[in-house]
């Protein structure tokens, strides 16, 4: 009679099945992987020939050594062919580390758990490896760069490369301060000595100046100037081309104002700062 061969998978490891005239027979094809570590003894206890199960997915080694960085696993000798994220052996194999020399390059001032060393190889690019800041909230602070001296004077290149001769360099972090009234507020109209709107209203003022809010008539404005002694925050608004103040308390976060009369009566909006948890 005819016979019938399925693929089948169980718990990870992959069976050809047979049926024939009532009977079946499985088998659970294998490939042995050998690793060639190309020279280099890699730390730990890595298994140069590993027998796995065919069409499965194998998670390779990442493999890492004193003074050399690993790049990766190549299906060649001559290491022009990666294996890529995904391996799925097929048959026996061999694979090929590939390696650079390790660059390691200290960081100061980073943030909070980021590492404050690198481990690059031979021929990375830096930027695809410093850390990437925008603000800190935290300390109110914005990122300016990363500079090769302590005192801010040459910044790294993005697309600069690291050499063996590299080893040991600080990079340093540059941060200054925000401007006082940079942040995302939440607030509500007050029109009486008592009352106020049932619903809220927001404003967001980037690192710019630049205006966003709820409130038409300065959605869309630009901060002139702010003066930490009157707590004065001039404002020019979109259209018309007009300035107008309002008042900024930069402890607290407080706004009040942002009425054309510049005045705190009556009639005039309150606002609270968003403050990021530490």
Same mark, same amino acid.
């Given at each position: 009679g005819?016979?019938?061969?399925?693929?089948?998978?169980?718990?990870?490891?992959? %069976?050809?099945?047979?049926?024939?005239?009532?009977?079946?027979?499985?088998?659970? #094809? =294998?490939? /042995? $992987? &050998? !690793?060639?570590?190309?020279?280099?003894?890699?730390d730990?206890?890595?298994?140069?020939v590993n027998t796995?199960?065919?069409?499965?997915?194998?998670?390779l080694?990442?493999?890492t050594?004193?003074?050399?960085?690993?790049?990766?696993w190549? %299906?060649?000798?001559a290491l022009?062919q990666?294996?890529?994220?995904?391996?799925? #052996? =097929?048959? /026996? $194999? &061999? !694979?090929?580390?590939?390696?650079?020399?390790?660059?390691?390059?200290?960081?100061?001032g980073?943030?909070?758990?980021?590492?404050?060393?690198?481990?690059?190889?031979?021929?990375?690019?830096?930027?695809?490896?410093?850390p990437?800041?925008?603000?800190?909230?935290?300390?109110?602070?914005?990122?300016?760069?990363?500079y090769?001296?302590?005192t801010?004077? &040459? !910044?790294?290149?993005e697309?600069?490369?690291?050499?063996?001769?590299?080893?040991?360099?600080?990079?340093?972090?540059?941060?200054?301060?925000m401007?006082?009234?940079?942040?995302?507020?939440?607030?509500?109209?007050?029109?009486?000595?008592?009352?106020?709107?049932?619903?809220?209203?927001?404003?967001?003022?980037?690192?710019?100046?630049?205006?966003?809010? &709820?409130?038409?008539?300065v959605?869309?404005?630009?901060?002139v100037?702010?003066?930490?002694?009157?707590?004065?925050?001039?404002?020019?608004?979109?259209?018309?081309?007009?300035?107008?103040?309002?008042y900024?308390?930069?402890?607290?976060?407080i706004?009040?104002?942002?009425?054309?009369?510049?005045?705190i009566?009556?009639?005039?909006?309150?606002f609270?700062?968003?403050?990021?948890?530490?």
């Amino acid at each position: 009679g005819a016979s019938y061969t399925i693929d089948l998978y169980v718990n990870n490891v992959y %069976y050809q099945v047979t049926l024939s005239e009532g009977t079946y027979t499985a088998t659970a #094809p =294998t490939a /042995d $992987v &050998t !690793l060639n570590f190309n020279g280099v003894t890699p730390d730990g206890d890595v298994q140069s020939v590993n027998t796995v199960s065919v069409n499965i997915e194998f998670t390779l080694p990442v493999l890492t050594n004193a003074t050399k960085e690993f790049k990766g696993w190549f %299906y060649d000798e001559a290491l022009t062919q990666a294996v890529g994220d995904s391996f799925i #052996p =097929t048959d /026996d $194999v &061999t !694979l090929y580390a590939s390696w650079v020399n390790k660059v390691v390059i200290n960081l100061v001032g980073t943030l909070g758990d980021d590492a404050t060393v690198l481990y690059l190889g031979e021929g990375d690019a830096y930027g695809d490896y410093l850390p990437k800041y925008t603000t800190d909230e935290a300390t109110r602070r914005y990122f300016v760069g990363w500079y090769m001296d302590e005192t801010f004077t &040459t !910044l790294v290149p993005e697309d600069a490369v690291a050499y063996a001769s590299n080893t040991g360099t600080t990079f340093y972090a540059k941060w200054e301060e925000m401007p006082a009234y940079v942040g995302d507020y939440y607030g509500t109209e007050i029109w009486g000595e008592s009352s106020g709107n049932s619903y809220m209203e927001s404003i967001s003022i980037d690192m710019n100046g630049n205006i966003t809010s &709820t409130v038409s008539d300065v959605n869309g404005a630009t901060v002139v100037s702010y003066d930490p002694e009157t707590q004065i925050v001039v404002y020019k608004n979109a259209n018309p081309s007009t300035t107008n103040k309002f008042y900024l308390d930069a402890e607290t976060g407080i706004i009040a104002g942002l009425y054309s009369e510049d005045e705190i009566g009556k009639d005039f909006y309150i606002f609270s700062r968003v403050h990021t948890a530490d």
